[in-house]
């Protein structure tokens, strides 16, 4: 009987496993047939929660696990992670600062929703909520996090400013089951 239990946990494992695997994989043929160019006009393209976060999972930097994303409501995602930024900076090349160092160091659970609008190939991400180790940053204080964090470390990240989706991307239509992304030109 206990033989009998260790071999279904066993294929069970083995099953949540080869899901996770195709979900990267479908994710990643999506990307790679959108990044091609060769997509005709007007083909939609979904791309589930799960996929994104088998996707994410894989891709993700050095300092960041357990990555999860949310499709909330029409136009609202949300992601969340294990990130420790010490190791995410140093990953990027990037040396923390003693204070930066003792503030941030350890992981920390973080979560973000975000609005994400877009048409005529162009897109905008207003960052709604971001929380860190159980507090709400919000206001001011996310304003200065996205100005001395986010942006000297990422300056091509666009937050809460248009712009180009790239790829002939016409929109993306954030839902509760799939992001579409709608190819134009």
Not at 25 to 41: C, F, G, N, P, V
């Amino acid at each position: 009987m206990r033989n009998r239990s260790i071999w279904v946990i066993s294929l069970l494992f083995a099953g949540a496993l080869g899901a996770a695997i195709s979900d990267y994989d479908s994710a990643k043929q999506k990307l790679d047939r959108i990044e091609s160019d060769r997509l005709r006009s007007g083909t939609r393209v979904e791309l589930t929660a799960r996929e994104m976060t088998a996707w994410v999972e894989r891709e993700a930097p050095q300092g960041v696990r357990s990555p999860r994303i949310q499709l909330v409501a029409p136009e609202v995602a949300s992601g969340s992670a294990l990130i420790d930024f010490n190791k995410v900076q140093k990953a990027q090349g990037y040396e923390p600062g003693w204070l930066m160092s003792k503030l941030l160091s350890g992981e920390h659970p973080v979560s973000v929703t975000a609005r994400v609008r877009s048409a005529n190939g162009h897109a905008t991400v207003d960052v709604q909520k971001v929380e860190i180790s159980g507090v709400m940053i919000d206001g001011k204080t996310l304003d200065f996090l996205i100005q001395n964090f986010l942006l000297p470390m990422y300056p091509d990240a666009a937050v809460g400013r248009p712009f180009e989706l790239g790829h002939r991307i016409e929109k993306l239509d954030v839902e509760p089951a799939s992001v579409g992304v709608v190819i134009g030109r």
